[in-house]
């Protein structure tokens, strides 16, 4: 017997839940394919969880401030399983809330690896299933390099599986994961140490921005260490790790050792030579500015585009592309990929839209550039003996000085930057920022008074 849907997307992660339940609200007959969980890497192992330990770090943090607010706190102990049993019940409400809007969007929910058949065709549990219109969702999986030993390490899933914290931990690499995941072991207590194979994490964020964070890494006792590629893996009788870098430096007894090195794009596996899809060298599927692969009929979204790899890109790339072919009052619908905004939820939070001071002078005159930044101790510890400086900057460009860069790192950047980015798609310009009345007292204020 074989299904046939008007729309059938593969990968039930952010883009692919996205897109079907668009599909299904504009009527069409869709249906989404899941090999593991519903909700894909960001709701079981990645934005979701990943907050949920950032949001125990905080609390950890905060601790340290309630002396000098006047609470007289005896601390016994922090139970690491605690919090991953709520963290997990969590998680499981959010699939019932996925189950439910399938069921009253009309979703059909098939559990399963997918594989294509031909260009309309996918197998699944043995199953020929077929579709008009085929969306490859399938996100990706973290990568372990090739070294010797690198098998007795985990990743960012497996960071999530801990079932106890770890004691020495030793995180390598330099992107968003790798900050996060180090941030957090470290504000809950575990002794950990952040390897990165160049100066410092985070590079292709604007320099100012990584200044301030490694000044608050430093400052926090942080233990950061450059310069450091890894060679080997070796694992002794009492099963600790010592981790050796090419220029000989070496970490003893680690418990837990977590690759944070960039993510592979889930595409080897599901048999894309059948349908004809074009994969790119880097395993990506290339796509036009509407989503279409090389073959009509196919499409891709999500973090196997190599767009932005972030949740909220794949949605919107997803609903548009459902709106695009079933709602005909959007017949060009297609994702704008300017201005996306981003967090690391770094210690504090680095928050980023546009460019870089660098990235703005390599793209202008250097004239036509100005830049405004502001350093300043937000209140929240500035009464503690933990006082820490905030950073934020505008960079504009133009007679007009529109605002083509914001940045900041500094408590509560995580929830301040998404307003300000709506400022910056409509085109706001200095004037209109300095023409904004603050809010006070806010360190948000700061982007609209800064001189
Ligand atoms: C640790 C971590 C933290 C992150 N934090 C953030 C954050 O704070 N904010 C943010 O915006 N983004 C964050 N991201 C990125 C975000 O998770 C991804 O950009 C997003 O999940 C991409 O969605 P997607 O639909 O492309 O793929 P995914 O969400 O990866 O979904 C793909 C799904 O397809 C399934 N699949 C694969 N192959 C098949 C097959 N053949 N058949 C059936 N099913 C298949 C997979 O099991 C998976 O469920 C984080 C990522 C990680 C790893
Ligand atoms: N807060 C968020 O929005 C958030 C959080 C986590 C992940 N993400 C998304 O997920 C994507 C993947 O994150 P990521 O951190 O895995 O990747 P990434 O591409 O951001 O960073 C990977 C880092 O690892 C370094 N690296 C590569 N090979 C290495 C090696 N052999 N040894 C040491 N370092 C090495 C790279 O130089 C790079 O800095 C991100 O690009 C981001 O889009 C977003």
Redo the contacts with the bound molecule.
Sequence with gaps: MTRHFDYLA???????IASANRAAIRGAKAAV?????VG???VN???VP??VMWYGAHIAEALKYAEAYGFHLTQDGFDWATLVKHREAYIERIHGGYQRGFSSNGVDYIE????FVDANTVEVNGEHITADHITI????RPLIPDVPGADFGID?DGFFALQEQPKKAVVVGAG??AV?IAGVLHALGTDTHLLVRHDRPLRQFDNDITDALLQRMDQDGHQLHTHCDVEKVEKNSAGLLTITCKDGQQFTDVDCLIWAIG?VP?TD??NLEAAGVEVGENGLIPVDEYQNTNVKGIYA????TGAA??????IKAGRLLAERLFNKDMADAKMDFSLIPT?V?SHPPIGTIGMTEDQARACHDDQEIKVYRSQFAAMYNAITPHRALSTFKLICCGPDERVIGLHGIGEGMDEILQGFAVAMKMGATKADFDATIALHPTSAEEFVTLR
Excluded at 10 to 16: E, K, T
Excluded at 33 to 37: D, F, L, P
């Design positions: 593969i990968g039930a992660g952010s883009g692919g394919i899941e090999a593991k969980a894909g890497t960001c192992v990645g934005c990943k907050k399963g690896f997918a594989r969702a399938t996100g990706g960012s968003y994961i996060e993510r889930a596996k599901i979204v999500g973090d196997i790899q972030l949740t909220p890109v794949a967090i939820f």
